[in-house]
């Protein structure tokens, strides 16, 4: 029996292994090469992430939040990690399809490549240049996989001298891409933001927060340390690559319904007075008992006096505020020109420069507000003007316009669905109020009598208490607790649940635990 007849391929059709190779290997030269070029003209601008960032922008809330809910920070890993198997399963079935003729890969190919191209297009935060790299992606994965195929169908034709021509393509193909995509990895991160940060040196705020007193937490009862350290401080933002701002780069434009436009570089604001604020910044996303707050010492300048200087027009509403990768922002204008609000244009946070992740060189803080409407990280512009001329990412996406923090409280210890041994059960946990401050919470076992808690000492109005009441839980079996906090205006939490969206949730916490 000759070779031939063993291997059966008469019809002029590729081997269905040889066919999916072809499409794999087309998909990761296009990958390589489309990462590669993103590292000269920007790294959201590698197909890959573009295309997840569009399908950031473009998921409907409802399932942002779900997203959120279930994978929490990992929310993105995720994100990526369907796309990656998506784009294997066609890359394969385009194979497949191609076992014929290369026809079927090369439009599926052809398509993905324009899909690249819209994504990176419709970057805010990427210029025309930047379409380079769904170019290059979609050139690369054509002739590789044009390439491959061709080998591949010669292998198969009858009398071929060399039957491996295409494993030894495929190898070559996939070891190239491979060292394409990591040049373009060690590239792109040499120009990251982490040697600029580095460079800036020791902050010097005018006027420092003095250390944070013994008795401001309860750490050892379980709750979390007064100020959270920068590493756990909590993440929340829409950018799939943190934007990488070098500060030397960076600069913030101040304009709109203003006497003069300003600008200010790096530079001139670090030399202006310096000053220090512990704020506890909390996520309207935050669910009751939810992770999604934490407390620093901000150190940046004085938000309402960069304003000032540029004088504010009658009639301005809104600060609309866009960092570098597009998002945008927009801030109740008098709130931020309140006097004593503190609302700070920060560029350090717990006497660091600020994390990369957080926004260096510079992001909004205002002490009161969400996140989302105060918070804009690697801020390069401040646009003072109406609400009607302008809507930010969230409102767009169906949030509040306006978004104060709700007055909450959390139960950190004991955990839910923990088991105690009877007796005295120490409950402790957080409240917060921003800019209010926190006058009472008030703890509750099994519906009975509420019991008011020890606060810790106050640090600030603008930052989150600490409280812990001891109970006596004689009686074995299962248990609920709830708690409530009363702010400084006299306002006490409500029972009524309400959900995130539009403008944060509302309810009593409670855990239920066990006594055995
Ligand atoms: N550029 C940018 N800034 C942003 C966001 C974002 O998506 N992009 N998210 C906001 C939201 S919703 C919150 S709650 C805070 C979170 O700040 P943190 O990540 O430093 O805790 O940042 C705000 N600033
Ligand atoms: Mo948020």
Known sequence: MSEIAVSGRTDGRLRASHAVLCGLLGLAAALAAGHLVAAFVGR???????????????????????????????????????????????????????RRSPLAGTVVIGVFGVLGGIAVFARPDLGQLALAAPAASLLAGLWTFRWLHARAAEDEEIGSPDRRRFLLGAGAVAAGAGLVGLGGQLL?????????????????????????????????????????????????????????????????????????????????????????????????????????????????????????????????????????????????????????????????????PLPVEHGFPARMVVPGL???????????????????????????????????????????????????????????????????????????????PWREAELSTVVTDDAWRMWQVALDVTEPGSHQLACRATDKSGYTQTERRAPVLPDGATGWHTVTFTTR
């Open 44 to 98: 959201n601008a590698s197909p890959y992430l573009a295309v997840g960032n569009s399908a950031i922008d473009l998921t409907p809330t409802w399932l942002k939040d779900w997203a959120v809910r279930t994978f929490g920070t990992a929310d993105k890993l995720v994100l990526l990690s369907g796309m990656a198997v998506v784009l294997v399963a066609v890359a394969a079935g385009a194979g497949l399809l191609s």
């Open 188 to 352: 792109g991160s040499s120009r990251s933001a982490d040697s600029s940060r580095a460079a800036v040196g020791e902050l010097e705020p005018a006027r420092r927060v003095p250390p944070v007193p013994a008795d401001a937490d309860f750490t050892k009862l379980g709750t979390p340390s007064f100020l959270t350290p920068n590493e756990s401080f909590y993440r929340i933002d829409t950018a799939l690559i943190v934007p990488q701002v070098r500060a030397e780069d960076w600069s913030l434009r101040v304009h709109g319904l203003v006497e003069r436009e300003l600008t200010f570089t790096y530079g001139d604001i670090r030399g202006r007075r310096l000053v220090e604020r512990t704020i506890t910044m909390c996520c309207v996303s935050n669910e009751v008992g939810g992770p999604l707050i934490s407390t620093a010492n901000f150190i940046g300048v004085d938000l309402a006096e960069l304003l000032r200087e540029a004088g504010v027009q009658r009639g301005a509403q809104q600060l609309y505020s866009t960092s570098t990768d597009g998002w945008t922002c927009g801030t109740p204008l008098d709130v931020v020109l309140e006097p004593g609000r503190g609302a700070l244009l920060a560029i350090g946070m717990n006497g660091e």
């Open 370 to 448: 969400y996140g989302y409407v105060s918070g804009t990280k690697w801020v390069t512009d401040l646009e003072v003007t109406t609400w009607e001329a302008r809507r930010a990412y969230w409102l767009e996406r169906g949030w509040a316009r306006e978004a104060p923090v709700k007055t909450q409280s959390r139960i950190d210890s004991p955990k839910g669905f923990s088991t105690l041994p009877p007796g005295r059960v120490v409950v402790a946990g957080i409240a917060w109020a921003q800019h209010t401050g926190i006058e009472k919470v008030e703890v509750r076992l099994d519906r009975g």
